[in-house]
């Protein structure tokens, strides 16, 4: 009588993926999965947990378990790669910067500068003319002092003295609103 080979019990699916699962992970980050390397074999074990309650059967397990590891790395990546196309289109659209961050001043500083500018308006009405003016010009225009003092008829030092009042009272009130 032969004897017939004694057939040696296949280790289940999750006894394999708990044993490799260093070794998994190891291929994972040298695959280039890096941070998501764990997210990744999450996911594998999630699949391997359907696919075994599915009733799957598998023939080599452990080739199994990487080739999954392999797929789910390459959905990966392209999903990186479709993210950092859209957030490129999106950027080229919209004008941003940086991608997934607004240029645009969130809503509280907005407000905040408006009032800052809203103060900066009364007070220079305060001073009346011809300082706002030639602050206004010089500051907000660009027009040089000599051409102002040219325009209104008036010496360079006149220009320069209505300006520093304005520069004065401007001072006052940035230390005003810091108090």
């Known amino acids: 009588m032969t004897e017939e080979p004694e057939e040696h019990p296949r280790p289940s699916l999750e006894a394999l993926f708990s044993e490799n699962r260093t070794r998994l992970l190891s291929f994972l980050r040298h695959a280039g999965a890096g941070d998501q390397a764990e997210?990744?074999?999450?996911?594998?074990?999630?699949?391997?947990?359907?696919?075994?309650?599915a009733g799957t059967l598998v023939n080599e397990p452990l080739s199994y378990v990487y080739r999954l590891l392999h797929n789910l790395l390459l959905d990966w990546r392209r999903g990186e790669i479709r993210a950092r196309?859209?957030?490129g289109s999106w950027a080229d659209a919209t004008g941003s910067a940086r991608p997934g961050i607004s240029d645009e001043p969130a809503a509280d500083r907005i407000l905040l500068a408006r009032e800052q500018l809203a103060s900066v308006e009364r007070k220079l009405d305060e001073l009346g003319e011809p300082t706002a003016g030639i602050f206004r010009r010089h500051r907000l225009g660009g027009v040089t002092q000599p051409k102002i003092a040219e325009e209104m008829e008036m010496g360079l030092s006149t220009v320069e003295k209505h300006l520093r009042k304005a520069y004065r009272a401007l001072i006052e009130l940035m230390e005003a609103a810091d108090e």
């Not at 997210?39 to 391997?48: H, Y």
């Open 39 to 53: 997210d990744l074999l999450q996911e594998a074990w999630l699949r391997l947990d359907a696919a075994l309650a």
């Open 85 to 87: 196309r859209r957030d």
